[in-house]
């Protein structure tokens, strides 16, 4: 192969690509732009604001001038709130010295596979996956092996996972409510991975982004379990409970010696999260478990509207136990969901995302995010009405 001298980028970066959810955003803006409405269930924000309060404890924190560095792994009275929260909501035991704020559950997530991943590691990944997750390991020079979620569920977890395991894995990535399916795994299934993760000595990294939208079941979280916390590392974010995707704020939870891997990989990229960002995390870890449980409902309404109307025109799909997001099959428009997406997009002004870019088990799937107001989803059942006829 010809070198291609200092002109390029280090080799590491060359399997990584870039989101094919970026174009479908771009093809949205072009026909927004071009004056022609459009039906947004491409998206993965909340539907509502930040909440008043978490605003305004950002405003005071400039008002007080808390502009300055701040601890890299986070400030003493997030850290503290953060160890309240772990215990009483996920079951896990941390010290202030096992917690770290992150620019978003996205910097949790590079700093884990960062922290734990040599090239050449593979990592079990459930598919179909969050589709920046087979970049984070890609970064590493790791490997993802797709492990289907489906027949995982239907054969036994703990088999499915030995069955494609090669002797070079390293870690579990589990995500629970997952993105983009719904699914959200019972105690019994984290069990499993856990019990396989001991038997292997593998480690676990943990992503509970959607853990308070859970419609049916518990949300149950994997390091909670006997022999767990010290080969987990689960990350979290603010972005889906509070309403704060463009705040970027997270955290992790880990033992050593991966919680050393963490702080280095936050000292070295950010040097932490922006000190009145931190300020705003203190205040929405106030609220309440009701006012939680009130959004949920407010989710589970969008979610029985969009699954009904999609059902009635033959894109079938069970209702999803979690996360906010429906994914049903739409063979019935295109058996390739890249193509599916197209012609929903072009003839009937509804944005998805191919089940496709999530795995090799997404195809013939759509993600339709049902984070949008019940009108939205209204208008957006006429539409498929209407194409579908
Ligand atoms: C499964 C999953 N994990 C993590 C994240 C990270 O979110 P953020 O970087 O906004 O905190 C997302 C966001 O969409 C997600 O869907």
Redo the contacts with the bound molecule.
């Keep these: 192969m010809a070198n291609a001298g200092a002109m390029r980028v280090a080799h590491r970066l060359d399997e990584v690509g870039f989101s094919d959810i970026v174009q479908i955003r771009n093809k949205v803006m072009a026909l927004r732009a071009a004056g022609e409405k459009v039906h947004a269930f491409h998206g993965?924000e909340p539907f509502f604001e930040t909440p008043e309060p978490i605003k305004q404890a950002a405003v005071k924190a400039l008002a007080d001038n808390q502009t300055h560095y701040a601890p890299s792994s986070g400030i003493a009275p997030l850290r503290e709130a953060l160890v309240k929260k772990l215990a009483a909501k996920n079951n896990i035991d941390a010290t202030v010295d096992e917690v770290i704020a992150t620019v978003?559950?996205?910097?949790a997530?590079y700093g884990a596979f960062q922290t734990v991943l040599d090239p050449g590691d593979d990592v079990l990944v459930f598919d179909p996956y969050?589709t920046p997750i087979s970049d984070l390991i890609r970064g590493t020079q790791a490997r993802p092996l797709l492990v289907p979620t489906v027949s995982a569920r239907r054969n036994g977890i703990r088999k499915t996972l030995k069955q494609f395991s090669t002797p070079k894995t390293r870690a579990i990535y589990y995500?629970t409510p997952?993105?983009p399916s719904g699914v959200v795994f019972t105690r019994a299934e984290a069990e499993e991975v856990a019990a396989f993760a001991q038997e292997r000595d593998l480690l676990v990294i943990a992503?509970e982004?959607?853990e308070d939208l859970v419609y049916e079941g518990e949300h149950f979280s994997i390091a909670s379990l006997p022999g767990m916390a010290e080969r987990t590392i689960t990350?979290f974010?603010?972005?889906?409970t509070y309403a704060m995707?463009g705040w970027?704020?997270?955290y992790a939870v880990a033992k050593e010696p991966f919680m050393t891997g963490l702080r280095k990989i936050v000292l070295y990229s950010t040097n932490g999260v922006t000190t009145p960002v931190q300020y705003a995390m203190v205040e929405a870890l106030k609220t309440t478990g009701k006012e939680i449980a009130a959004r949920r409902e407010d989710y589970r309404k969008r979610r029985d509207l969009l699954v009904a109307a999609l059902n009635a025109v033959g894109l079938t799909c069970e209702p999803p136990a979690g996360a906010f997001y429906a994914f049903p099959n739409v063979e019935k428009i295109s058996r390739n969901s890249k193509e599916a997406a197209r012609l929903l997009l072009e003839k009937a002004h509804i944005a998805t995302i191919p089940g496709s870019v999530f795995g090799a088990q997404g195809e013939g799937y759509l993600r339709f995010s049902y984070a949008v107001t019940l009108e939205e989803i209204e208008e957006c059942a006429k539409a498929l009405k209407k194409f579908l006829k």
Excluded: E, H, I
């Design positions: 993965g978003g559950g996205s910097q997530l969050w995500n997952q993105n992503d982004a959607y990350c974010t603010f972005s889906k995707t970027r704020a997270g």
